[in-house]
């Protein structure tokens, strides 16, 4: 595609942590050109005034959505919360495509969604339609797909690390203990008691123990590979660092299935996907190796206890878990090499 | 006990974090003079020198062993690491009590040591003699003891969750999964690349996967206490702070156990033990809320997966998971209140 | 003073950090019963609820400010923030004493306080009487006072440093410079972006350069001991920790004074403060080595630049920044040895 | 220059900080083949066991210096430290192009260089002919050196801050103080006990007051601008963080220059300078804000002391204050764009 070409985006929730990723990842994307930058809040402020990090883009300054020409528009990346998130994708014209990083099109049930989100859906028509972004393993439907729901930052390291498991039939689905961790910015940017700096510091808690809102997500998608329902355990831990997110998966074996067949499996079902790593026996994911990355790390190892195994997965959760992730479909999308715009190595130390 | 009858005690490896903490907790108790602090590569040093945070107490210099006066010592509080102290701890006079933080006499079998620490042990007959420093479990015999053996700071943490309900037969012993997470001091204070800021610092991995030294620690006081061979999973990871470690136990309840259950067994267990605390229900325990001081907090947890239930401790690691129990178990033995100098709130935020 | 003659003593704003640190510091006093625990924004909340690390404390529940039996209490801490301290103040009756850690009470100058906090004071008469807090300078007045308006966290840090050396004109108050550095903590509970975790991590920035509204105390301070106005540099740093600060103050030497001569005049007039240590020559002062104590820092260093010394001092912010030093006047107040309840040694690691 | 005919590079010290900044930046930059990583105490390691998250580059394994075939180099990063700098690069070919990130080739009077870093110097011809490789200011010289001898950390935030006001004449030389700030990568990843986690974590402190070796460096730079001798206050501190460092610089104006004229001069003397962002007036620079970046933000504040001004810089430490800098000086010296490569945005939160 050549650069004349570029596709015309607007990024909805501009002013979040996962609308600053999106135009960090997309501003310098060959095949983007990011017309409008949506913030209710923040209208008429410039980008810098609201990051100044990205202030050396030629970007254009932050604007309600009734202030964007629609009609020069042909992308819509919408970071925003989960709830807004509905409404306003459900007024944009059919013409435009969609890339919605929030939840709210990734349950396909709409009573599933209403239960967990204590939300009515607006649009449930349009969920019918929406292709859940988990990029390795819907590629297809995503290149072909107007409305695509990227998953939560959590069931993306989750599924990455399962879906081929469960589909190959190695691992119980009824047995599945997910202990999840996740740097602070996984909780946004708003205003919460919980993530202030002196309350998440030098310390660590679980949360949402039992009711955390990427359960049903989890388990849909588990349901979906396995032919039948599945309930997880999926336990989540608030860490005192920004970016990061490391999933350590407790699973039981089928059958006489070792630890070593799970890695091979990994290995053959991610052969053709750039940002999937199945770290090689003995090395250990961390969030480290993968922070400002697309990248996704996955190990396998051996349990104690007999017929069981430890998967353990690292992500990004605002690159690979959300913007990072939303630019890779979009990428399928438009006919771009798969890893265009998402080449950053990550960041160590 | 009056003010003269005090307690003469030496810190053996008074350099690294648990001799440090040791001291900064003994040092003001109404009942200990510290008269000997040991540590062979700082002998000559002040206390101010190696730690300036204690530059005010009125502390001996620190020496070698050699010139340490051991008949005006009674108690010794070992913070030597594993493989040292016990041939340290070997050649003490009969007459001097042991209170070792290191894990060189926790393991009842001295096959069982050799095989995790890749180390002979010197003083075998001492181990028969041992008492498993778990306070709230061992007080009649930790009272009467010449040598207490504290436990590590993860063993502290999982056992105090776990053992009452393993004892009231409640969960199966079969099935216990131990995600366990600690700050970086648990490593100590030795030079090693993994423990330095700019690795561990933002950033999360788990660890010793499979093959963790308090692994043998954990299986021998289950296993006493449900009175078979118990294999648990146990998976630790480190994280981005000093202080503090979580344990998350997920347990398969037996039979028609409930999460309320183990919840009330637990109420019980503790209701004499002035530093553990059961949540109420909704609450969450985290590590800020009891770092610097010995408290343990504890939470019961349903699962969404049926006839399981999690059960998380909070401690810190280097008071309750080290000086802090070493100074409770020293009071049993020298006839204090099990709290005395160990009062302090915990530190937050 | 006999345990069944204690101190009933009240907190007004119990639900902030600095709130937090008192009842900490205040509940084991062996002088202070706390009757009241005031927080208009949780009244009906337990103290575990709105604090769990405090949870182990028979303390009080808390109340509106209307809910307080103002008879049972003898003394108010107050760690309101300022601008609602001043007018709460000022409906206190005359008979109980107020020991303050607002800043609404420490400019003598009601129109400075004014013009510096955009509030007009409603209680101006009280500051005619009210005690500057800086126990180590103030000693004598505080003893007598109803109202001490302790520092503000810097000024307490700088004017410690640099207030002897002030007295004893050894350094010029025409050229002052001081950058300061603070913890996250220092920024209170309340909820503002820019504390976020997210935003303060693994980052660093000034802030208030030029109109920190600690600025008017220190020139204050400075002024009253050099006997003419004096104007400072004082730049605040944010720094991603929770507790901590230091400050670097750069200062030009009178006549022939030599850093040496500054140690000396530090030495002496601390001589007979508990709280405050002259750090040997060769060591530097840390946040790491007061955390959690009233201790307080100091250490004097040569310049590169001819006739000139740079003084270095670090204290926590919570503690000799704020709780810590109220408590320490209370003890002047109240008869208790100075030390009394800040016993505590620092936290380190 | 066409990508067949891509600059064949090693790197010397492949294993420290340095070395994998310079490697994730070089990687991928279109000009560049990676044809040897050097680090003695790594050979015949893969890239991914000493950097997992460099992992997926397609880099040779780690070599001895002697294993190395020269004749297929073109251009050396180095790494190294100080003092084993100068005898490697001493050792290479003429033909060789150098770009030294050490600290061997930066001071022009191997006397100083001998004096502040212990170490007699064994390439002095080799020092005549280096330039100082401080991008923005020697632009030309670098276009045509053999030996590009790059800025310590420290030195580039302060020069950038100061060098054109200096040339100006806008301040003066007799008054510079300099208070930085530092993120803990920038002590190198060897193991040192105060780089440890639990040591640098949630504290503060300064370090190397008045004897860090970058002072020589930054006043030879100084002295050649203004043409007289300089001597400066240079006062770094230890912050809890991995990368990032800012400079606070207080500054004496001259006659009646203004904190304006400062800015108007640092505009204009950056304004073809990519990297360089002077920032608006009312915002801040901060770490966060060009973390992972070779962006320079620089702000200037008029202060409350009459006739003086403060400026403050920040860089990420391995990236403009290394790594970084050394590629845009690669990109100088062998016609690339002066950004290749250097395109990534900083990365925040």
Chains 1, 2, 3, 4 share one sequence.
């Not at 729901?149 to 989750?158: D, L, M, N």
Request: hydrophobic fraction near 45%; aromatic fraction near 6%; proline fraction near 6%.
């Amino acid at each position: 595609m050549a650069k004349d070409k570029t596709v015309r985006a607007a990024v909805l929730g501009a002013s979040g942590y996962t609308g600053a990723d999106m135009i960090r990842l997309a501003a310098p994307h060959p095949g983007i050109r990011l017309t409008a930058l949506i913030a209710k809040g923040h209208a008429g402020q410039s980008l810098a005034q609201v990051f100044p990090h990205l202030s050396g883009l030629d970007a254009p300054e932050l604007v309600t959505s009734d202030e964007v020409d629609w009609d020069a528009v042909a992308v819509v990346f919408c970071g925003l919360p989960h709830g807004t998130a509905h409404s306003e994708i459900g007024k944009l014209p059919q013409r435009i495509k969609i890339i919605d990083m929030s939840a709210d099109f990734r349950l396909r049930d709409p009573n599933t969604y209403a239960a967990w989100y204590a939300n009515e859906h607006s649009a449930p028509k349009l969920i019918k339609n929406a292709i859940y972004g988990l990029t390795e393993h819907y590629r297809d439907q995503i290149k072909s797909a107007r409305l695509v729901a990227c998953p939560g930052c959590y069931p993306t390291a989750v599924l990455l690390a399962l879906l081929p498991l469960v589909k190959a039939k190695l691992i119980e689905t009824s047995d599945i203990i997910i202990d999840a961790k996740s740097g602070v910015s996984g909780a946004g940017r708003s205003l919460k008691q919980s993530i202030l700096f002196a309350e998440a510091g030098e310390g660590l808690s679980p949360y949402g123990i039992g009711n955390h809102r990427h359960v049903p997500e989890i388990e849909q998608e588990l349901a979906a590979a396995s032919g039948a329902a599945v309930t997880v355990n999926f336990t989540p831990h608030l860490v005192p660092m920004s970016r990061g997110e490391l999933c350590t998966c407790y699973v039981r074996l089928a059958g006489k299935t070792s630890a070593a067949d799970l890695r091979k499996v990994l290995t053959n079902a991610y052969a053709d996907s750039p940002f999937l790593r199945i770290v090689a026996e003995g090395a250990i994911p961390a969030t480290q190796h993968v922070r400002g990355s697309n990248f996704c790390h996955i190990g396998v190892f051996a349990d104690r206890l007999p017929g069981r195994a430890i998967v353990v997965s690292a992500i990004d959760n605002l690159v690979k878990g959300s913007a990072g992730q939303a630019l890779q479909n979009f990428n399928l999308m438009y006919g771009f090499d798969e890893t265009t715009g998402l080449e950053q190595l990550p960041l160590f130390p």
